[in-house]
Each structure stands twice: as C-alpha cells, then as structure tokens.
C-alpha cells in the first residue's frame, strides 16, 4: 500500500515502520487514533504485522473476568483509557467479552491486497466496532456485515478464511514478534527505535523525526 502525500505542494517527508497490533487490544486502538496524527505532517507507510494477543480463547470468545486482572486493576485500565480515547475524540466502551481475534486478523490481513483505502476503512470499523459499539468481532456473521459496509466483497471474506498462506503469514508475524523481542502490544517499530504501548503522538514524532534525520544522515555517506 503506497500514497503520495502532498503538503503546502510540496511531498511530505516519508517514514516507514512496522507496527505489531492486534484489534482486541484496546491499547493498538489508542496508538492507531494517535499514529493518525503523523499523517498531517508525513507520508506514513505502516507494515502491519497482526498477532493473536489472546490465542486461546474460544471461538465464542470469553468473559473479560478470564484475564488475569483484579477488580481494581481492571477498573484502573479502563478508566485510563477511556480518557485517553476521549482525548482522540472516540467515546470507548470497555468491553465485556474478549473476542477470539482470529477471523479479523486473518480478514485484515487479506484485505491489505486491496488497496490502502478500504484496508483503512477496514482497520477503523474493526476497532470502533468492536471498542465503541460493543460487538463480537470474533462473529463470522459480524465481520462479515463490517466488511460488507466497508466494501469488502464476499470473496475477498471467503478468501481470507479459506486460504492457508494467508494463515501462514499470522504464524510468521508472531514468529517474527517472538524475534524482535515483542512483549505486547501495540509495538511500534520506527527507524532505530521500538516504542510499546499507548504511546503519546509526541513520542510518535519524536521517533518519525529521529527516524528520518537518521536516514539523511545515511544518504550524505
């Protein structure tokens, strides 16, 4: 997925990163929102590697009392990040059931072939979807009805469930994950650097701008 965007007609500067997310991870849906705001100033060109956060959940998804939080962690988490999401203009709803991720990783994963708008359409409904409206996106029936009104067809949805490289890439990417040392997510990798967790736009920038400086450096050798 390429674009060229254009500032003040002039091209923005252009980054690169990988970013190991998964959709049920309601930290990937804050770094997401905030990884928006580099847009504004650069050409962000993200390779996405989706991993299952939560492997062993059913098919039919489990009750958010099966983590391994106490009452009062749990509340603490959620408050936190209902205020950050409030901060990116999203009014979030703590989930009660933890959704088996698979089906929406593998449906994400296909629909990156095509092309970068509907995969973006994609990667925000799955998320709002599931954070703000409060539906199981681990339902065959519900992420069928989301890509439908993202415009994805049927085949592509058949395709993503039915075709064993596009499983084989959810197994790389997690082994890949393991590689890189990967401890949870969303991880970030930008130029040199590896950010964890919801981190702030600012450090986002911090790092696009690190990253960038870096690979001038690079060109004048």
């Known amino acids: 997925m390429t674009s060229l965007d254009i500032n003040n007609g002039q091209k923005k500067p252009q980054i690169r990163l990988t970013l190991f997310t998964d959709y049920i991870c309601p930290f990937c849906f804050i770094g997401d929102l905030r990884l928006q705001h580099l847009r504004q100033d650069y050409e962000v060109l993200v390779n996405f590697r989706f991993i299952e956060i939560h492997p062993a959940t059913p098919a039919q998804g489990a009750t958010v009392d099966s983590l391994d939080y106490s009452d009062q962690q749990w509340q603490g988490m959620m408050d936190g990040l209902v205020e950050m999401a409030q901060e990116e203009g999203i009014n979030l ?10 089906q929406a990783l593998l449906l994400a994963e296909a629909v990156k072939k095509e092309g970068r708008e509907i995969f973006y359409k994609l990667n925000r409904a799955l998320y709002e979807q599931y954070f703000v409206a409060g539906r199981n996106i681990g339902s065959d029936a519900v992420l069928r009805e989301i890509a439908q009104a993202c415009g994805v067809s049927n085949e592509v949805v058949d395709n993503a469930w039915n075709d064993v490289e596009i499983e084989k890439t959810l197994r790389l990417n997690m082994s890949m994950a393991l590689q890189a040392g990967v401890t949870g997510t969303p991880t970030f990798f930008i130029g040199q650097q590896r950010l964890t967790g919801a981190v702030s736009t600012a450090k986002l920038k911090q790092a696009a701008e690190a ?11």
């Open 93 to 102: 709803a703590p989930p009660s059931l933890l959704a088996n991720s698979h």
């Open 211 to 221: 990253s960038i400086m870096g690979k001038n450096s690079e060109d004048r050798h």
